[in-house]
Every structure is written in C-alpha cells, then in structure tokens.
C-alpha cells in the first residue's frame, strides 16, 4: 500500500538525514557502542542540522513546523541504519512537548534557544528506585522555602536517558502529600540545573541495549529549585505526564515498527547472501514463508502507526489509541526481529551484525514508556472493563 502520511518536503529531510547518518554516524559508531555513549559534541552536530528546532517556534529559533512527522522519520531512518542518536531522543521527543505546552513565555525565552542549539541537552525524570509504572508512589519531594523563593528537591531517580550528557532535567516530585481519595494528586514538574549543588549523577547503567544511550541514577540533596523553574502549576504533574505520555507511546511504537522492517530487510540481504546446502538460505520455502510471514505483520504495524501519527498531529490521539499501538507494533517487532534473527544462524547472535544489535535495542520497547501490561491495563479500562 502507498504510504500517504509523507509528502516531498519529508522526503527530502529524510534524504538529507540518511546521507548524515551515513557520513557523521555510521563511521564512528562502533567506538559509541563500546564506549556506551555517544561524544556530547555530537549533539552540536545534529543542532546544526537543525534536527532539535524542527517543532519550536521560529521566534525561538527553531523552524514552528507543528507534526511529529520528521520525529517519525529520523526513528525510522536511524532505525534504518541501525544506530541511534544517543540520548537525543527524550532532548526533543519527550521534553519538547512538555516545554511547548507548559512553559510561560519568560521561561521558553530562557530556554528554548539554547535548547535548539543544544548548548542545554534535556531529559526527563520520573522513575524512581522503588516505582515505575505506578508513578504515583514516587518519594521524591520538593519543598516549598518558607520564603517562598525555591523549591528543595530531595530523592533518587533511575534510569533516566540521557542523564550523563543532560543539563537540565524535568524531575517529577511531590509538593504535597499524596490525598487518601486521589493519590495522584501533588506532583509537580520542575525544571533542575545539572550544575546547582546537591545535585549528583550516580552510575551510568550497564544495558542490555541501546548501547550507546546513557542511563543513568540520579540523586538529589536539598537541591534548590527557583520557583521560576516551576513547569505548569504546582500539583498537576500527573495530569500533564498522562497528557504527553501518548506522543512518547506512539513515538516507540513507530521506532518499534522501524525496527521490525529493517530487521526484514537485513534478513533478506543476508539469506540471499548465504548459501547452505549449495543454495542461498532465501531458496528454502520456510525462509520465502518466514520473511512473508514478518512483512505482512509489519505492513500492518505501518498502519497503525501512519494513522497514529496522522491522529497526533491533527490532536485527537487519544491514551487508549496510543497504548494500542505501542503494544501491537512493539510485540510485533519482537516477533519479527527474532524470526529474523534465526535466519542469520550464528552469526545473528554476533553483535557485528546489526540483527543482533536490533534484538537488544527492541527489547526495551515493551518496558519503558509504560509496560505491555500497562499498556492493556490502559486499553482494558477504555473498553469499560
Ligand atoms: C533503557 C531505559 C530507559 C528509560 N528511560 C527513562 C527516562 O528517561 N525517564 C524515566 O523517568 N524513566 C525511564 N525509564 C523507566 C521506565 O519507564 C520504567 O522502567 C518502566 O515504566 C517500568 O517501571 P519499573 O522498571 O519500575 O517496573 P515495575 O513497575 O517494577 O514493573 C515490574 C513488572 O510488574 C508489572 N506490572 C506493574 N504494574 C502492573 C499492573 N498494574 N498490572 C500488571 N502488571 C503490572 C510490569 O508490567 C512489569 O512486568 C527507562 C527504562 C529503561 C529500561
């Protein structure tokens, strides 16, 4: 089926975009891989090419395009080859929409430039040591002065992308104690500087995948927080996590649904390659039924992810919708990758190979952003059950 959800000028980015990968990404990548982490220069690379000011508003130096297009295309190109931008994902695809709806126009006016520029790298911290998906346990808590000028933040943070390279980072903490009747109730996001005292980056986490993100442990001691750097109002922080949470959904379900169509690719590249038994591995019939098998499931998953995005941009995504389609496209991507992978025989389980590389990276797809539990929790709910 013709894909209808790009027209020339995405097109063309993502051809300007797939030469980058090839010249800036793909030479270097191997030393990324094995130094866990790509160089925080990096960043200032993909600033110039413009990739961060895509969705903020000209006056603060970015181009104001309102989609989420071009964040699909650089998942799906960077997928392609079988690397990834670092952190850089949660900096524009998790942080922005929060920036863009909440910030008041003083703070966006401080902000938003530099995060263009990537003179300020972002991430986002909700998870905790001893709560993920039920966010409304989180510990952290930060104090109102009795002055009334700042905020003292204390708590721990895991997991958090990006947090080696980040200089400021949305914590989510408690303001309020959480009420007997609403739990959710009096968290509020505020926006820290990496650099004020009392704030700490513990270890950078040795992962399974996406080698050369950095995840890392956050902890906070009596950290002070300007009110001024208070994002939206005081105690609605749950409100504006579930608000976003479906564009960061939707934006794995895509990276997922890229994922699985480059892993056909590299089978297919590979079994045509291969010969076993004096034939190529593509001549037998279970390699023809397997690769048709996984392209009509990731046909499929295009579906729902090119009416996400379409779904998204015009506004009307609703949570249910996107916990849906995180849970189809993430569950078939584990699928095909590892069919995939079975094709290349041994040489899929070595990480030279980027089947092998993709196997690791798509195993976090069904964890973070919300569990595949989560996920049906949230749909079972929407269907009344
Ligand atoms: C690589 C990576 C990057 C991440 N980046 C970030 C980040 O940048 N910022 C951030 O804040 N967080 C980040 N996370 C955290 C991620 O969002 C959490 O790991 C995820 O939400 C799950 O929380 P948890 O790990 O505490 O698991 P838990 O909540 O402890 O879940 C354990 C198990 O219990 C199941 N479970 C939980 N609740 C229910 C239920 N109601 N019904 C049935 N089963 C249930 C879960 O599905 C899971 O199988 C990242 C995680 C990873 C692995």
């Known amino acids: 089926m013709k894909r209808t959800v790009f027209d020339e000028d995405h097109e063309s980015f993502r051809a300007t975009l797939r030469a980058f990968i090839e010249a800036e990404v793909v030479p270097h990548y191997d030393e990324w891989f094995q130094a866990g982490i790509v160089p925080r220069d990096f960043y200032y690379k993909l600033a110039e090419l413009g990739i961060f000011g895509i969705e903020v508003p000209e006056e603060y130096g970015g181009a104001g395009l309102d989609t989420f297009k071009y964040e699909a295309i650089i998942a799906e190109e960077t997928t392609r080859a079988a690397v990834m931008f670092g952190g850089s994902g949660v900096h524009v695809m998790l942080c922005l929409p929060y920036l863009k709806m909440l910030a008041t126009p003083e703070q966006k006016e401080r902000w938003l430039p530099k995060f263009v520029s990537a003179e300020e790298m972002w991430a986002i911290a909700m998870t905790e040591p001893g709560t993920g998906s039920d966010l409304a346990g989180m510990k952290t808590t930060a104090k109102l002065s009795e002055d009334g000028t700042h905020y003292i933040l204390n708590g721990a943070k895991t997991f958090i992308t990006g947090g080696v390279h980040a200089d400021r980072v949305i914590v989510c903490a408690r303001t309020a104690a959480p009420s007997a009747e609403n739990r959710r109730l009096g968290i509020s996001l505020l926006v820290v500087d990496t650099k004020a005292e009392g704030y700490a980056v513990g270890r950078k986490l040795d992962k399974l995948g996406l080698r050369t993100s950095d995840t890392a442990e956050l902890s906070f001691t009596d950290v002070r927080v300007p009110v001024e750097d208070l994002l939206g109002e005081e105690g609605k922080g749950f409100y504006?996590?579930?608000?976003?949470?479906?564009?960061?959904?939707?934006?794995?379900?895509?990276?997922?649904?890229?994922?699985?169509?480059?892993?056909?690719?590299?089978?297919?590249?590979?079994?045509?390659?291969?010969?076993?038994?004096?034939?190529?591995?593509?001549?037998?019939?279970?390699?023809?039924?397997?690769?048709?098998?996984?392209?009509?499931?990731?046909?499929?998953?295009?579906?729902?992810?090119?009416?996400?995005?379409?779904?998204?941009?015009?506004?009307?995504?609703?949570?249910?919708?996107?916990?849906?389609?995180?849970?189809?496209?993430?569950?078939?991507?584990?699928?095909?990758i590892d069919r995939c992978l079975q094709l290349h025989g041994g040489y899929g389980f070595m990480n030279e190979y980027p089947i092998a590389r993709l196997y690791a990276d798509n195993r976090v797809n069904r964890i973070y952003g919300g569990t595949s539990e989560v996920m049906k929790t949230i749909i079972s709910k929407d269907m009344g059950l």
């Open 240 to 336: 504006y996590l579930g608000h976003n949470l479906p564009q960061e959904r939707l934006g794995i379900a895509v990276g997922a649904y890229a994922q699985a169509a480059a892993a056909i690719r590299f089978a297919k590249d590979y079994v045509q390659a291969r010969v076993v038994f004096g034939q190529p591995v593509a001549a037998f019939q279970n390699t023809k039924f397997e690769l048709a098998a996984c392209q009509a499931k990731v046909d499929a998953a295009q579906a729902v992810v090119d009416r996400g995005i379409e779904a998204l941009d015009a506004g009307d995504l609703t949570p249910a919708e996107a916990a849906s389609a995180k849970l189809f496209c993430t569950e078939v991507a584990a699928e095909v």
